[in-house]
Protein backbone atom coordinates (compact mmCIF):
# COMPACT_ATOMS: atom_id res chain seq x y z
CA UNK A 1 0.00 0.00 0.00
CA UNK A 2 1.12 3.18 -1.23
CA UNK A 3 0.30 6.75 0.71
CA UNK A 4 1.14 9.50 -1.96
CA UNK A 5 -1.02 12.48 -0.18
CA UNK A 6 -0.58 12.43 3.35
CA UNK A 7 0.32 16.11 3.45
CA UNK A 8 -3.13 17.18 2.03
CA UNK A 9 -6.60 17.42 3.46
CA UNK A 10 -7.05 13.75 1.76
CA UNK A 11 -4.73 10.66 2.00
CA UNK A 12 -4.42 8.02 -1.14
CA UNK A 13 -3.46 4.73 -0.67
CA UNK A 14 -3.64 2.12 -2.97
CA UNK A 15 -4.65 -1.45 -2.03
CA UNK A 16 -4.29 -3.70 -5.41
CA UNK A 17 -6.49 -2.24 -8.09
CA UNK A 18 -8.46 -0.23 -5.53
CA UNK A 19 -7.76 2.62 -4.47
CA UNK A 20 -8.77 4.16 -1.04
CA UNK A 21 -9.28 8.00 -1.23
CA UNK A 22 -9.61 9.36 3.01
CA UNK A 23 -10.63 12.75 3.54
CA UNK A 24 -7.66 13.39 6.48
CA UNK A 25 -9.32 15.89 8.91
CA UNK A 26 -10.14 13.95 11.87
CA UNK A 27 -9.32 17.10 14.56
CA UNK A 28 -12.25 18.70 12.51
CA UNK A 29 -14.61 15.75 11.82
CA UNK A 30 -13.58 15.44 7.68
CA UNK A 31 -15.71 18.75 7.37
CA UNK A 32 -15.62 19.79 4.16
CA UNK A 33 -14.42 23.25 3.76
CA UNK A 34 -12.84 24.65 0.09
CA UNK A 35 -9.80 23.40 -0.11
CA UNK A 36 -10.86 19.77 0.72
CA UNK A 37 -13.64 19.79 -1.99
CA UNK A 38 -10.69 20.77 -4.43
CA UNK A 39 -8.64 18.31 -3.07
CA UNK A 40 -10.90 15.42 -3.46
CA UNK A 41 -11.93 16.73 -7.31
CA UNK A 42 -8.31 16.32 -7.77
CA UNK A 43 -7.89 12.81 -5.92
CA UNK A 44 -10.86 11.69 -8.43
CA UNK A 45 -9.70 13.02 -11.66
CA UNK A 46 -6.24 10.70 -10.76
CA UNK A 47 -8.23 7.76 -10.11
CA UNK A 48 -10.33 7.73 -13.37
CA UNK A 49 -7.15 8.52 -15.32
CA UNK A 50 -5.36 5.79 -13.60
CA UNK A 51 -5.67 2.45 -15.90
CA UNK A 52 -4.39 0.44 -12.57
CA UNK A 53 -6.99 1.51 -10.35
CA UNK A 54 -10.86 -0.41 -11.13
CA UNK A 55 -12.08 0.95 -7.81
CA UNK A 56 -12.58 3.63 -5.39
CA UNK A 57 -13.44 3.64 -1.98
CA UNK A 58 -13.95 6.92 -0.03
CA UNK A 59 -13.98 7.29 4.09
CA UNK A 60 -13.14 9.50 6.74
CA UNK A 61 -9.81 9.82 8.93
CA UNK A 62 -10.96 8.34 12.22
CA UNK A 63 -13.69 6.63 14.06
CA UNK A 64 -15.97 9.15 14.73
CA UNK A 65 -16.73 10.56 11.32
CA UNK A 66 -17.03 9.82 7.66
CA UNK A 67 -17.39 13.17 6.85
CA UNK A 68 -19.72 15.60 9.43
CA UNK A 69 -20.70 17.98 7.46
CA UNK A 70 -19.13 21.15 5.78
CA UNK A 71 -16.74 23.03 7.58
CA UNK A 72 -19.12 25.67 9.12
CA UNK A 73 -16.12 27.93 10.44
CA UNK A 74 -16.05 28.79 6.46
CA UNK A 75 -19.41 29.20 5.88
CA UNK A 76 -20.37 31.36 8.73
CA UNK A 77 -18.42 34.05 6.73
CA UNK A 78 -19.48 33.43 3.54
CA UNK A 79 -21.54 36.23 1.38
CA UNK A 80 -24.56 35.14 -0.46
CA UNK A 81 -21.98 35.04 -3.92
CA UNK A 82 -19.41 33.07 -1.90
CA UNK A 83 -22.10 30.74 -1.03
CA UNK A 84 -23.80 30.33 -4.34
CA UNK A 85 -20.37 29.65 -5.56
CA UNK A 86 -19.25 27.12 -2.42
CA UNK A 87 -22.70 25.52 -3.46
CA UNK A 88 -21.49 24.83 -7.18
CA UNK A 89 -17.54 23.88 -6.17
CA UNK A 90 -19.43 20.81 -3.87
CA UNK A 91 -22.25 19.75 -6.75
CA UNK A 92 -19.44 19.71 -9.21
CA UNK A 93 -17.50 17.22 -7.04
CA UNK A 94 -20.59 15.56 -6.20
CA UNK A 95 -21.24 14.97 -9.98
CA UNK A 96 -17.89 14.41 -11.04
CA UNK A 97 -17.45 11.03 -8.43
CA UNK A 98 -21.44 10.19 -9.63
CA UNK A 99 -19.97 10.10 -13.38
CA UNK A 100 -16.89 8.25 -12.33
CA UNK A 101 -16.54 5.63 -15.20
CA UNK A 102 -15.62 3.49 -11.79
CA UNK A 103 -17.73 2.34 -9.21
CA UNK A 104 -17.17 4.20 -6.36
CA UNK A 105 -18.09 2.77 -3.00
CA UNK A 106 -18.70 4.95 0.70
CA UNK A 107 -16.83 3.16 3.04
CA UNK A 108 -19.35 5.25 5.94
CA UNK A 109 -17.36 4.95 9.34
CA UNK A 110 -19.30 7.62 11.15
CA UNK A 111 -21.13 10.59 11.16
CA UNK A 112 -22.67 11.36 7.51
CA UNK A 113 -24.05 14.51 7.98
CA UNK A 114 -25.25 17.12 5.87
CA UNK A 115 -21.87 17.49 3.14
CA UNK A 116 -21.14 14.53 4.27
CA UNK A 117 -24.41 12.67 3.28
CA UNK A 118 -24.20 14.36 0.59
CA UNK A 119 -20.94 13.25 -0.59
CA UNK A 120 -21.56 9.76 0.38
CA UNK A 121 -24.98 10.25 -1.74
CA UNK A 122 -22.56 10.86 -4.74
CA UNK A 123 -21.13 7.47 -4.39
CA UNK A 124 -22.35 4.38 -6.82
CA UNK A 125 -22.92 2.10 -3.89
CA UNK A 126 -22.51 3.00 0.31
CA UNK A 127 -21.89 0.30 2.82
CA UNK A 128 -22.33 1.71 6.15
CA UNK A 129 -20.48 0.87 10.20
CA UNK A 130 -24.10 0.11 12.22
CA UNK A 131 -22.47 2.67 14.51
CA UNK A 132 -23.19 5.60 11.70
CA UNK A 133 -25.45 8.54 12.18
CA UNK A 134 -27.15 10.18 8.61
CA UNK A 135 -28.65 12.67 8.10
CA UNK A 136 -29.07 16.22 6.54
CA UNK A 137 -29.21 18.55 9.52
CA UNK A 138 -28.80 22.00 7.18
CA UNK A 139 -32.14 23.55 8.35
CA UNK A 140 -30.93 23.67 12.32
CA UNK A 141 -28.24 26.26 10.84
CA UNK A 142 -30.80 28.56 9.14
CA UNK A 143 -29.38 26.20 5.75
CA UNK A 144 -30.91 24.21 3.19
CA UNK A 145 -28.50 21.37 1.94
CA UNK A 146 -26.07 22.91 -0.73
CA UNK A 147 -24.51 19.73 -2.19
CA UNK A 148 -27.37 18.34 -4.17
CA UNK A 149 -28.87 16.78 -1.09
CA UNK A 150 -32.28 17.19 -1.69
CA UNK A 151 -31.86 16.11 -5.41
CA UNK A 152 -30.02 12.89 -4.58
CA UNK A 153 -31.87 11.74 -1.58
CA UNK A 154 -35.15 12.26 -3.26
CA UNK A 155 -34.26 9.80 -6.05
CA UNK A 156 -32.94 7.23 -4.03
CA UNK A 157 -35.49 7.49 -0.51
CA UNK A 158 -38.34 9.03 -1.90
CA UNK A 159 -40.38 12.48 -1.39
CA UNK A 160 -41.48 11.16 2.29
CA UNK A 161 -37.89 10.13 3.99
CA UNK A 162 -36.51 13.64 1.96
CA UNK A 163 -38.92 15.69 3.57
CA UNK A 164 -38.45 14.31 6.71
CA UNK A 165 -35.16 14.23 6.71
CA UNK A 166 -34.57 18.05 5.52
CA UNK A 167 -37.24 19.29 7.51
CA UNK A 168 -36.86 17.73 10.61
CA UNK A 169 -33.18 17.83 10.36
CA UNK A 170 -32.95 14.70 13.16
CA UNK A 171 -30.22 12.20 12.03
CA UNK A 172 -31.42 8.19 11.40
CA UNK A 173 -29.26 5.84 12.67
CA UNK A 174 -27.35 2.88 9.78
CA UNK A 175 -30.68 0.54 10.03
CA UNK A 176 -33.09 3.18 8.96
CA UNK A 177 -31.10 4.32 6.50
CA UNK A 178 -30.77 1.14 4.79
CA UNK A 179 -34.54 0.73 5.62
CA UNK A 180 -34.84 3.58 3.24
CA UNK A 181 -32.69 3.10 0.57
CA UNK A 182 -29.95 5.53 1.63
CA UNK A 183 -27.07 3.04 2.12
CA UNK A 184 -27.00 -0.72 0.56
CA UNK A 185 -25.42 -2.48 3.47
CA UNK A 186 -24.43 -2.30 7.51
CA UNK A 187 -22.50 -3.84 9.09
CA UNK A 188 -20.61 -4.27 12.53
CA UNK A 189 -18.21 -1.48 13.05
CA UNK A 190 -15.49 -3.56 13.46
CA UNK A 191 -15.67 -5.31 10.20
CA UNK A 192 -16.55 -1.89 8.30
CA UNK A 193 -13.22 -2.11 6.17
CA UNK A 194 -12.96 -5.53 6.09
CA UNK A 195 -16.65 -5.78 4.27
CA UNK A 196 -16.02 -2.93 2.26
CA UNK A 197 -12.85 -3.54 0.47
CA UNK A 198 -14.12 -7.18 0.08
CA UNK A 199 -17.12 -5.64 -2.26
CA UNK A 200 -14.32 -3.18 -4.00
CA UNK A 201 -12.21 -6.32 -4.79
CA UNK A 202 -15.29 -8.22 -5.93
CA UNK A 203 -15.67 -4.92 -8.28
CA UNK A 204 -12.41 -4.49 -9.30
CA UNK A 205 -12.25 -7.56 -10.78
CA UNK A 206 -15.42 -7.40 -12.84
CA UNK A 207 -15.13 -6.35 -16.43
CA UNK A 208 -14.54 -2.61 -16.33
CA UNK A 209 -16.28 -1.60 -19.40
CA UNK A 210 -19.33 -3.82 -18.68
CA UNK A 211 -19.22 -1.56 -15.08
CA UNK A 212 -18.82 1.26 -17.24
CA UNK A 213 -21.76 0.43 -19.33
CA UNK A 214 -23.98 -0.09 -16.12
CA UNK A 215 -22.92 3.33 -14.47
CA UNK A 216 -23.39 4.97 -17.72
CA UNK A 217 -27.10 3.36 -17.98
CA UNK A 218 -27.84 4.38 -14.74
CA UNK A 219 -26.74 8.02 -14.86
CA UNK A 220 -28.63 8.46 -17.98
CA UNK A 221 -31.85 6.93 -17.53
CA UNK A 222 -32.29 8.36 -14.04
CA UNK A 223 -32.73 11.66 -16.15
CA UNK A 224 -35.11 10.36 -18.91
CA UNK A 225 -37.59 8.61 -20.15
CA UNK A 226 -38.11 4.92 -20.33
CA UNK A 227 -37.81 4.80 -23.85
CA UNK A 228 -34.66 6.95 -24.27
CA UNK A 229 -33.36 5.02 -21.29
CA UNK A 230 -33.72 1.81 -23.17
CA UNK A 231 -32.62 2.90 -26.31
CA UNK A 232 -29.38 3.60 -24.67
CA UNK A 233 -29.34 0.91 -22.98
CA UNK A 234 -29.50 -1.24 -26.09
CA UNK A 235 -27.12 0.91 -27.66
CA UNK A 236 -24.51 0.28 -24.49
CA UNK A 237 -25.11 -3.61 -24.33
CA UNK A 238 -24.46 -3.70 -28.54
CA UNK A 239 -21.41 -2.08 -27.78
CA UNK A 240 -20.13 -4.95 -25.05
CA UNK A 241 -20.35 -7.36 -28.35
CA UNK A 242 -17.29 -5.32 -29.53
CA UNK A 243 -15.29 -6.02 -26.45
CA UNK A 244 -12.43 -8.55 -25.83
CA UNK A 245 -13.95 -9.08 -22.10
CA UNK A 246 -17.37 -10.35 -23.71
CA UNK A 247 -15.45 -12.99 -25.50
CA UNK A 248 -13.48 -13.07 -22.55
CA UNK A 249 -16.53 -13.34 -20.19
CA UNK A 250 -18.78 -15.58 -22.53
CA UNK A 251 -15.78 -18.01 -23.27
CA UNK A 252 -14.87 -18.69 -19.31
CA UNK A 253 -18.29 -19.12 -18.98
CA UNK A 254 -18.91 -21.96 -20.91
CA UNK A 255 -15.23 -23.44 -20.06
CA UNK A 256 -16.59 -23.35 -16.66
CA UNK A 257 -13.54 -21.16 -15.63
CA UNK A 258 -12.91 -17.99 -13.64
CA UNK A 259 -12.75 -14.68 -16.57
CA UNK A 260 -9.86 -12.42 -16.51
CA UNK A 261 -11.01 -9.28 -17.92
CA UNK A 262 -8.64 -6.65 -19.42
CA UNK A 263 -10.83 -3.78 -20.04
CA UNK A 264 -10.41 -3.82 -23.53
Do not use: W
Request: contains cysteine.
Amino acid sequence: MSDTHAATPVAIADRGAVRVITVDRPDKLNALNAATLDALHQAFDAAAADDAVRCVVLTGSGSRAFVAGADISEMNTLTPVQGRDFSLRGQRLMRRIEKMPKPVVAMINGFALGGGLELAMGCHLRIAADSAKLGQPEVNLGLIPGFGGTQRLLRLAGRAATLELCLVGTPVDAARARELGIVNRVVPAADLETEALKLANQLAESAPLALRGVLDCVNVGGECAIEEGLEYETAQFGLMFSTDDMREGTGAFLERRKPAFAGR
